[in-house]
C-alpha cells in the first residue's frame, strides 16, 4: 500500500519561507515520480512541482518558478518543497501526490490524473 504523509504546513508570512515535506512509503518500482498540488476553495487544483524519483529531473508551474524549489531524499523516503518569497496567492490546502512513470509537464497540467494522494497540510498566508 502507498502511504503519503504531508507535514511542515502552517502560517508563514508574505515574503517569507516555508518547507513541506512528504514521507512515503509503499513505492515498489524506481521509476516513479512524486509531487506537490495544491488546492483553494472554488478553484481548480493546481500542479505546483514534481520530481523523478530516479534522475532527479523536475518540472515547476510558472507561477512557482524561481522561488519554490523540490528536492528528493532517497535515502529517507521523503520529498521536500521549499517555498521562498511566499505570496498571498500561494495558500492553499497542499497535498503530495505519486505516480509511477516518467515524468513530464503533462503531470503537473492534469493533476488529477495523479493516482496516489496524501491527505494535504494547509498553507496560510499572511500579509
Known amino acids: 500500500e502507498v502511504q503519503l504523509v504531508e507535514s511542515g504546513g502552517g502560517l508563514v508570512q508574505t515574503g517569507g519561507s516555508l518547507r513541506l515535506s512528504c514521507a512515503w512509503s509503499g513505492l515498489a518500482f524506481e521509476d516513479y515520480h512524486i509531487g506537490w498540488i495544491r488546492q483553494v476553495p472554488g478553484k481548480e487544483r493546481e500542479g505546483v512541482a514534481s520530481?523523478?524519483?530516479?534522475?532527479?529531473?523536475?518540472v515547476y508551474a510558472d507561477s512557482v518558478k524561481g522561488r519554490f524549489i523540490i528536492s528528493r531524499d532517497t535515502t529517507a523516503n521523503s520529498v521536500y518543497l521549499q517555498m521562498n518569497d511566499v505570496k498571498p496567492e500561494d495558500a492553499a490546502l497542499y497535498y503530495c501526490?505519486?505516480?509511477?512513470?516518467?515524468?513530464?509537464?503533462?503531470?503537473?497540467?492534469?493533476?488529477?490524473?495523479?493516482?496516489?494522494w496524501g491527505q494535504g497540510t494547509r498553507v496560510t498566508v499572511s500579509s
Open positions: 501526490v505519486a505516480e509511477y512513470g516518467p515524468l513530464s509537464r503533462w503531470n503537473l497540467e492534469n493533476p488529477d490524473e495523479y493516482y496516489y
Open positions: 520530481i523523478h524519483s530516479q534522475k532527479g529531473d523536475t
